[in-house]
């Protein structure tokens, strides 16, 4: 299965405020966004447990007009206190890159807008 | 080219935030282009807690001055209003009074008399503690009720104002109003709201434009200029050779936002879910179907407490060894640091925090990294300290120097030099500072928590040269 540096043109992450991080996935074109939207591998629960927080506290949303999957966690400590590694949260997209998809769609979102 | 229509109110937002550079040109080509305003954000958080905990704005006092001379210029030359929101960047009283008194120092040199407004919305103590005894403070996700002793723990506490303070201001007679911590879409938002136009428009094109050009194709080429009708917003960069596209505008509400369609503000909710973008031409795009709904007022607020100190050290590592092993290296060494600082002081250090971050392996993400991984060439260790006083934190720098710059992979090694760049090798960083609040507080109308300020502008005769 393909990985998401080769279904999209760009995965970005940044601060949404002090207590969250959100991270958005622009798919390279409607037909792979369609295909791998739901895909597992970019669900709730993979989130969870590729940056350590509880998949209950994740918000996930499908930009269908942009072609974009979004994701929000909460941080696990604020943003600026005695752990911080990543003040803005701009280099935490680099670990998803390397995430494989893996075909199967129930990686359900929280909201659909079409 | 065309001007204002009848019901349409024209904002120029010449930059994300104020100091990072006004262009004076993009200011012309939007007023001759028959603007009603100029509006702009100098706040964030996006910084990090210590502009808040400190008073402290993130630009220099050069660069917010050169840019308030560019728009106090085409304010008084165009006579229309200029509203800043979130002065000094935290927008905390302190802060605002940084910006005030540039802005009566650039009137001075200009020989204009502005009549200046400035809001103040710094909370003390005392009154966030008895709104949250009333149960009017309510605590956003993923944040636990609020209580007192955080209150205590906070040096400033600031509440977001929504845009009525700043239609109050102008009501009164403002050229310019200088705000205190505002949400960036309402400085946006307030001349449109003021002149009628329909609030899920204003909002929205608020939360397009707050960061000038991000939402253009390109962002580094000027501000934008925004009308905002009835039912619709139109939005085109300031700059010629910029353009704006649906993507471009429809892509910034990802921007820095957890939610992508609905954003809640002071009085109520924008809800873009039903947002059409469609571009007028290459470089105009219309904005219809966004709508705002109105819920009871509330003021976010954010708050930031002094934390303990850091004192950091930083090798670099060259040695293939070293580098081939790096987890094992890093979790032998900072044993042995902490055995060291035991050592040392016994408890009288606690509590405390070393931390190693090896930059060019995961210090970024903190994560481990994939097995299977090839070595880095090289890699920064970066050792920090975290203890109650500053002396403390360099006192356990210093007795870890040693281990630090020397430690061997394993117990048989000859002992290695790593490559110090500093001397002396510790460097004292100063305080820790933490976000505390993430919670909202109730009012009864808008201006309830803000404070009205006229200064004295000295007249035109005090001017330099007048």
């Known amino acids: 299965m393909p990985k998401l540096r080769d279904v999209c043109s760009q995965v970005r992450s940044k601060n949404a405020g002090p207590f969250w991080i959100t991270v958005d996935l622009f798919f390279a074109d409607e037909a792979v966004y369609r295909r791998y939207r739901d895909d597992r591998a970019i669900g709730a629960g993979a989130f969870a447990s ?44 680099a670990d998803l890159l390397e995430v494989e998809l893996s075909g199967d769609r129930t990686g359900a979102a929280d909201v659909v807008v079409t | 080219m065309k001007d204002s229509r009848p019901g349409e109110a024209v904002v120029i937002v010449p930059t994300g935030a104020l100091g990072s550079g006004v262009r004076a040109g ?13 509006a702009l954000d ?32 085409a304010q008084a030359k165009a006579q229309i209003p200029l509203l800043v929101g979130s ?32 809001l103040y919305s710094e909370q003390s103590r005392s009154v966030v503690k008895k709104k949250n005894a009333a149960g009017r403070v309510r605590a956003l996700e993923p944040s636990a009720p609020l209580t007192d002793a955080a ?49 899920g428009p204003a909002w929205h094109a608020g939360k397009v434009a707050e960061c000038g050009g991000q939402c253009t194709a390109d962002p580094t080429d000027g501000g934008v200029l925004v009308r905002t009708g009835a039912d619709y917003f139109e939005i085109e960069p300031l700059s010629a050779s910029n353009r704006c596209t649906p993507h471009s505008v429809s892509a910034h509400m990802l921007y820095e936002n957890a939610d992508p369609f609905r954003l809640v503000e002071p009085g109520g909710i924008l809800d873009v879910t039903g947002a059409r973008y469609e571009p007028v031409d290459e470089r105009v795009v219309r904005v219809t179907g966004s709508s705002f709904e109105a819920a009871p007022y ?74 299977g ?94």
């Not at chain 1, 996930?60 to 994701?71: A, N, Q």
């Not at chain 2, 927008?91 to 120092?105: F, K, N, P, R, S």
Request: net charge negative; glycine share 8%.
């Open chain 1, 50 to 93: 590729l940056y350590g927080v509880d998949p209950a506290s994740i918000r996930r949303f499908t930009v269908d007009r942009l072609s974009v999957v979004k994701v929000s966690y909460p941080r696990p400590s604020p943003q600026g206190g005695v752990v911080e590694r990543d003040m803005h949260s701009g280099q935490q997209f």
């Open chain 2, 26 to 38: 993009d200011l012309r080509r939007g007023i001759a282009r028959g603007a009603h305003a100029i």
């Open chain 2, 42 to 73: 100098a706040g964030s958080t996006d910084s990090g807690p210590s502009y808040l905990a400190r008073g402290v704005s993130k630009y220099t006092r050069e660069a917010v001055k050169r840019d308030l001379t560019v728009l106090m210029e």
């Open chain 2, 87 to 118: 002065c000094g960047t935290s927008g905390c009283d302190v802060a605002v009074d940084w910006t005030v008194e540039i802005a009566l120092e650039v009137a001075a040199e200009l020989g204009i008399a502005p009549r200046i407004a400035v």
């Open chain 2, 151 to 199: 209150i205590d723990a906070c040096e400033h506490i600031v509440a977001l104002m929504g845009p009525e303070p700043y239609v109050h201001a102008l009501r009164e007679g403002a050229d310019i109003v200088l705000g205190g911590r505002t949400t960036d879409t309402a400085v946006l938002a307030a001349v449109p709201l003021m002149r009628g136009a329909g609030a």
């Open chain 2, 298 to 371: 509330t003021m976010k607020l954010e708050g930031a407490a002094n934390g303990p100190f850091q004192t950091i050290m930083l090798v670099g590592i060259a040695d293939p060894e070293v580098l081939a092993a790096l987890d094992l290296f890093v979790e032998r060494l900072s044993a042995a640091l902490h055995d060291r600082v035991r050592a040392t002081f016994g408890d009288e250090a606690d509590p405390y925090d070393i931390s190693l971050r090896a930059y060019g392996w995961n210090a970024v993400s903190g994560r481990r990294v994939p097995g």
């Open chain 2, 373 to 466: 991984t090839p070595p880095p060439r090289e890699a920064g260790m970066l050792f920090v300290a975290t203890a109650a006083t500053q002396e403390l934190a360099t006192a356990i720098a210093k007795a870890c120097n040693a281990h630090f710059f020397h430690f061997p992979l394993n117990r048989s090694d000859e002992l290695p030099s790593y490559a110090f760049p500093f001397s002396p090798a510790e460097i004292e960083r100063g305080r820790v500072y933490e976000f505390v609040l993430n919670h909202v507080v109730e009012v009864d109308q808008p201006l309830e928590l803000v404070r009205f300020a006229w200064p004295a502008v000295p007249a035109k005769a005090f001017a330099r040269g007048a």
